[in-house]
């Protein structure tokens, strides 16, 4: 057991993977002497040196494309994009081409390129700081999408991503960095792809993921101290969904509430809440809640906190389903 | 295959000391030069002419102008060390590039600029403290681009490029002699827009004048990681134009500008500034440069100081004395009081704007939200006045 950083435990398990498999490559901007913007991958280069931790050109393209023929020769590249409304360069590559590969080489070749991206708001930035793309890349099949949400996980998660033969993008939750946990490491615990109960109950269902669980388990707590009972579900991975854990879930409380940062229109929330009406219809006691972002580019700091989900806002969401 | 064979993509501290000898202007014949750093002025066949009407007051006046931004970007900084700004760039080492191009510019020539150019803001008589307000974390842009043909700041690198050629190409098809002029970084060189924007802009000979300011970092990573020859060589390759100015010379800049500006607008196409300078400070004020380079290098460049090389001649010529040193301190000093004032001024937008400006025409869903947000926000007002009366 250690005590550490979300940015600590990714550093660490990025650490593990690069003695593990001498394959394992870092690319991106600033990753080298510098360590990345956010630290996180700092002390690496000066560990495993030039070859394998590697600053490279400024261009997202670039790093995301080459990062597809580094893998082509059995590479494990792990690129860094510096933040989250800076992947767009790259977008052409990691739909187009990485999403793409083994499908259209019947299954002859893979791409086994990792992305970590840092995301979200809420650390009172400036635009295309505070963005949460993750819709526009679950949308794209082909792509495995996940997003730890404790230091934990983080430490494992990456370790799973570069360990997976398909392409992953690991979504940071940049405004947790900082938060602190006890990392097992010994024991990953869980799959990466998998969902995960954080707290058990039985009113109703949160689902959150990455920023948003810290946010979901407060809320349960505020919501107990009301008499209400509610499960938080840290759903963990984006693509693929699992449903299962979430159908189970709410056969139980009949009631979901799901919450991210990102818009609620054409969000993962929206493809939750069409997947769990199918699934368990009958056992729904009122409509599936989304509580989002709305639907504007991320507003300026100033007003940040107003467009960010918070306690409050899963509160309301939760009388309106419980008022069924 | 071992990592032996591997070139080294990064600089390691020989390469940087090698880098910063050569990077002495002095010792790189193929960079345009008008003011030497011991501040005496040279002869120069091609542009010297276009700095011939710099007279003692304009001199001057670029002087007044690189001290005037130097002061607002410290103030910059100081209000961002106080917590007033979220982060702030600062273009300490950058303003004769910046005020020497600047200043060569029309009124109807447009600026597509990165997010550092406070110095060609000025010289566009913008507002300065208007640039504050995307650091404040009030505004994503501040100010009307229209009013001064200066662009709202692009954060994502390089986009603003393609942008200036296409401003370009419609100056070309209405007729009209503007330039678009486009700003950015030798990091952002690397970016596929700058080299489809090149691409663009030499298949349409638009009227455009990419300037590039090599300020020698990227954040931590340096020039070599992003080009191996000068970034002015790689304009022949698209078959423009390129040239290497001594970036801390401000009348040097400010020739070879105009001299780039009447190319473009004499239907010659294209031209590529390289502006070969170096960013004095840190990136950013969330950047620590002592990770990535030496004080070295920094010492060096203090040296070049742009705006002592200009003070130098402007004394040794006796175009300039104290009381004019002094008179321009007591200016800065007034101007850095005003903007601090109107930045602690600044209070943020309500919520409510950041749904009106989502579209230009009404949109459904973004009423439904707004109706939602009043609602909810109200259900809290409503509270708050039980509370009160309780
Ligand atoms: C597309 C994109 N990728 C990454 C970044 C993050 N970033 C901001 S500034 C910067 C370095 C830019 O260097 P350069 O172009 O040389 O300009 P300078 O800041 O030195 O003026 C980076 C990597 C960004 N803003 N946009």
Not at chain 2, 166 to 174: I, K, N, S, V
Request: proline content about 5%; glycine content about 8%.
């Amino acid at each position: 057991m250690a005590n550490m950083t979300i940015a600590k435990a990714i550093t660490a398990g990025l650490r593990e993977t690069m003695k593990n498999n001498p394959k394992t490559m870092l690319m991106g901007e600033d990753i080298g002497a510098l360590g990345g913007v956010y630290r996180v991958t700092e002390g690496l280069q000066a560990e495993f040196g030039k070859t394998r931790v590697v600053d490279t050109p400024l261009a997202e393209s670039g790093i995301i494309g080459t990062a597809i023929g580094l893998a082509f020769r059995g590479y494990r590249p792990v690129c860094e994009i510096q933040f989250d409304g800076f992947v767009f360069p790259g977008f052409n590559q990691i739909t187009t081409q990485l999403a793409k590969i083994h499908a259209r080489s019947s299954g002859d070749l893979s791409a086994p390129v990792v992305i970590r991206i840092p995301y979200g708001g809420g650390i009172g930035s400036i635009e295309h700081h505070s963005e949460s793309p993750e819709a526009l890349f679950a949308h794209t099949a082909g792509l495995r999408i996940i997003t730890p949400s404790n230091p934990h996980d983080a430490y494992w998660m990456i370790q799973q991503a570069v360990e997976s033969n398909d392409p992953v993008i690991v979504f940071e939750p940049k405004r947790r960095y900082w938060l602190k946990g006890e990392v097992d490491t010994e024991s990953p615990g869980q799959d990466a792809f998998s969902a995960k109960v954080v707290r058990e109950g039985t009113d109703a269902t949160i689902v959150a993921y990455g920023p948003l669980v810290p946010v979901a388990l407060a809320a349960a707590q505020a919501a107990e101290e009301d008499g209400n009972s509610v499960e938080v579900i840290d759903l963990r991975s984006i693509s693929p969904i699992d449903f299962d854990t979430i159908t189970t879930s709410v056969h139980k409380t009949g009631h979901l509430i799901v919450t991210h940062e990102a818009p609620t229109f054409g969000g993962v929330g929206g493809e939750i809440a069409a997947r769990i009406s199918e699934r368990a219809f009958l056992s729904l006691e009122a409509p599936v809640l989304r509580v989002g972002g709305f639907h504007m580019p991320y507003p300026v700091a100033k007003v940040e906190e107003h467009y960010l989900p918070d306690i409050d806002r899963l509160l309301e969401a939760l009388d309106r389903s419980l008022a069924y | 295959m071992g990592a032996e064979h591997l070139p080294t993509s990064e600089f390691d501290i020989e390469e940087l000391e090698q880098s910063m000898t050569s990077s002495d202007p002095a010792d790189a014949p193929e960079m345009v030069q008008l003011l030497a750093s011991d501040g005496t002025l040279r002869e120069d066949v091609q542009y010297g002419p276009y700095a011939a009407h710099l007279d003692g007051e304009a001199l001057r006046g670029l002087y007044r102008d690189m001290f005037l931004v130097r002061r607002f970007d410290q103030e910059a900084v100081a209000l961002q060390r106080q917590g007033q700004l979220v982060m702030w760039p600062p273009l300490l080492g950058q303003e004769a590039a910046q005020i020497g191009s600047g200043t060569a510019l029309q009124a109807n020539d447009y600026v597509f600029p990165t997010y550092r150019e406070h110095g060609v803001a000025l010289t566009r008589g913008l507002e300065l403290s208007a640039l504050l307000k995307l650091f404040r974390g009030v505004s994503s842009g501040g100010w009307d681009p229209r009013e001064k043909n200066f662009h709202l700041y692009t954060l994502v690198l390089a986009a603003q490029t393609l942008h200036a050629v296409g401003y370009a190409m419609g100056l070309q098809r209405d007729g009209e002699d503007g330039v678009s002029v486009a700003y950015f970084g030798d990091g952002a060189s690397s970016e596929g827009d700058v080299h489809e924007s090149m691409v663009f802009a030499a298949s349409n000979q638009s009227p455009v004048v990419f300037f590039c300011q090599n300020n020698h970092w990227a954040i931590s990573v340096p020039t070599e990681v992003q080009s191996r020859i000068p970034l002015s060589n790689r304009a022949s390759g698209y078959g423009f134009p390129g040239i290497r100015v001594d970036g801390n010379d401000v009348v040097a800049v400010h020739a070879v500008t105009r001299w780039a500006l009447e190319h473009a607008r004499s239907g010659l196409g294209p031209v590529l500034i390289e502006a070969f300078t170096y960013r004095m400070s840190a990136h950013t004020t969330a950047d620590d440069p002592t990770k990535y380079r030496l004080s070295a290098e920094e010492d060096a460049w203090r040296d070049k100081d742009p705006l002592k090389r200009l003070e130098r001649y402007l004394r040794s010529s006796n175009t300039a004395d104290d009381s004019f040193f002094e008179e321009v301190t007591v200016q800065g000093d007034e101007m850095a009081a005003k903007v601090r004032a109107e930045v602690l001024a600044m209070t943020g937008p309500e919520m409510v704007q950041s749904f009106n400006n989502v579209y230009a025409d009404p949109h459904p869903l973004v009423a439904e939200e707004l109706a939602w947000h009043l609602e909810y926000e109200a259900g809290f007002a409503d509270a708050d006045e039980a509370g009160e009366s309780n």
